[in-house]
């Protein structure tokens, strides 16, 4: 089969685990060359790279936090130097803290908007300047934004105004091809999900699902490939949920 994102580079943040680890996956299998960003887990970071290497795709990782805007500026400067374009970038890295309004400190508030707010603005903000023409930008949201959920203010928070800067962006790089949405999945099996939850907690929310279950990092990735296919060409400046009929 055609690997559709050949001669591509793409840029993923939040690779060494979880959704982001499997479109960095899929990424690669397109053809893409993949650079992908990891904080603390540089031995499973390491591991997909030569996982990919021995399927045949390009992959490198690089250590970078977020939450540090130098970071984020030796990511973009190390890719134009090594890869000399940009076609694709995937802001997935995020992070959660769960707690009720009375409990939340005012460093938990900052660190979740460093983060999941300043840290994907950043990177848009680099590839508003850098990105080829017809280039796709995804942010990856989440459906907490349409189900109430107490204790997931401050992630809420965050995840709406991922939302909504990606609508803009769309307004402003349209011009260019460029293509900019937001995935924003329901309950997906991966280590920020099942966090400080208990069996029977996963069980409920898996039945609220029109679908019966929770998600797999494949059913986020998969929609993730869908989007940069050029069939879905005409889809920009959305906000597209994949969570088996969670918030139906
Ligand atoms: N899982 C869900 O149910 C769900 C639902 C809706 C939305 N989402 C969103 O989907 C995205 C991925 O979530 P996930 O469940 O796959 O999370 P995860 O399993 O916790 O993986 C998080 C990834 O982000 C990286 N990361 C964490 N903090 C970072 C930081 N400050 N700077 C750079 N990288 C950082 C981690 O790197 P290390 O491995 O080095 O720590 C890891 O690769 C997030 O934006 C999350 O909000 C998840």
């Known amino acids: 089969m055609e690997k559709f994102l050949t001669g591509k580079t793409a840029i993923v943040t939040g690779g060494s685990r979880g959704i982001g680890r499997a479109i960095v996956g899929n990424l690669a299998e397109q ?3 993949v650079v992908f960003t990891y904080l603390h887990n540089q031995q499973q970071a390491n591991e997909l790279v030569e996982t990919i290497a021995v399927q045949g795709g390009s992959a490198r990782a690089i250590a970078a936090d ?3 805007p130098e970071d984020i500026d030796h990511l973009f400067l190390s890719v ?12 997935n890295a995020g992070i959660a803290i769960y707690k009720r309004f009375e409990d939340f400190t005012e460093q938990d508030i900052n660190q979740i908007f460093d983060v999941n707010i300043k840290g994907v603005f950043l990177c ?8 080829e023409n017809n280039g796709s930008i995804i942010n990856i949201g989440s459906t907490v934004t ?5 204790t997931y203010g401050a992630y809420a928070a965050s995840k709406g105004a991922v939302e909504q800067m990606s609508k803009v962006l769309a307004r402003e790089l349209g011009g260019r091809g460029i293509r900019v949405n937001t995935v924003s999945p329901g309950p997906i099996d991966t280590e920020l999900f099942r966090a400080g939850k208990s069996d029977e907690q996963i069980a409920r929310l898996a039945a609220q699902a029109a679908l019966g279950r929770i998600g797999t990092v494949a059913d986020v990735a998969d929609l993730v490939t869908v989007l940069l296919d050029e069939r879905s060409g005409w889809v920009t400046g959305q906000n597209i949920l994949v969570n ?5």
Do not use: E
């Not at 088996?244 to 139906?248: D, E, K, N, R, S």
């Open 66 to 68: 977020m939450a540090q």
């Open 244 to 248: 088996g009929g969670f918030a139906a």
């Open 146 to 150: 349409r189900v109430m959920l107490p």
């Open 31 to 33: 053809g893409a060359t």
């Open 80 to 91: 134009m130097n090594s890869c000399r374009r940009l076609d694709i970038l995937i802001n």
């Open 124 to 131: 848009c903000r680099h590839a508003a300047r850098l990105m």
